[in-house]
Each structure stands twice: as C-alpha cells, then as structure tokens.
C-alpha cells in the first residue's frame, strides 16, 4: 500500500513539471517493454540514482550551468563543468544547506570530482 500511495505521489509531483523543467531534468527513453525511463546520463536511469546523487547533480546543474549529461563522477569541477571559485563555494553551502551539515574547508579543499562529493556526501549522510 505504502508503494502504491508513494508511486502516486511521484507521478502527480513529475506531471507539475513543465516539459522545460522535466526536459532540464535529463531525457526521456522509451525502453523495450515500452516504459518510458528518464536519463541523467546515457545508461544510468533516474531510478538507478540514489537520493544523495539526485540531489547533488540537481544543485551542481543549477551553479554551474551545465547540463544533467555533463555531470558524472569523473568530472572536474573546474576542468569540466568549468566552476570557478566562487561557483565551487556557492555549490558548497548550497550542499550544506540541502544536507543539513556542515562541510569544513579541509574537507572541502579535497573535493576535486563530482564523485568524490558524492563519496563524502554518502559517508556523512547515509
């Protein structure tokens, strides 16, 4: 009942969605059954994301700018999402606000991939 109740949710919550918004959120793709599956990144559903990714990639598109398809692990704030300081600060305190937590400097200092965000976001949160 539980799923049912949250699925219905979920639906009515993306049905809010302009197309602009929904297409900003990655794309759609039709898989072999027919269902429709939206996409970050090539290959990685919005279902396989966890929680803590979405929300990191969704504050990381709106600071820097990029689109959702740009965001992966391996990717540079600086060399390939093109974040400078002060978008690296904002993204950070956006991070903290949206966590609940805070993230000191040394810490912070150490993040040079959206993959090691996501690591360090996973080890405090979860």
């Known amino acids: 009942m539980k799923t049912t109740s949250l ?3 979920l ?3 993306f049905s809010l969605l302009s197309p602009k918004d929904a297409g900003a959120l990655g794309s759609s793709q039709e898989n072999e059954t027919g269902n429709k599956a939206m996409s970050f ?4 559903s919005l279902t396989m994301r966890s929680t803590i990714e979405k929300r990191a990639y969704r504050i990381i598109h709106e600071i820097a700018a990029v689109d959702y398809s740009e965001i992966k692990p391996e990717a540079s704030f600086v060399d390939d ?8 600060i904002e993204m950070i305190m ?12 040394e810490d912070a200092e150490k993040f040079k991939t959206v993959g090691d965000l996501i690591k360090y976001l996973k080890e405090k949160v979860e």
């Not at 990144?41 to 990685?44: F, I, L, R």
């Not at 999402?81 to 690296?88: A, I, Q, R």
């Open 7 to 9: 699925l219905l949710t």
């Open 11 to 13: 639906v009515a919550a």
């Open 41 to 44: 990144s090539p290959g990685v």
């Open 81 to 88: 999402l093109g974040m400078d300081d002060l978008d690296f």
């Open 94 to 105: 956006a991070v903290e606000k949206e966590f609940g937590l805070e993230i000191p400097d």
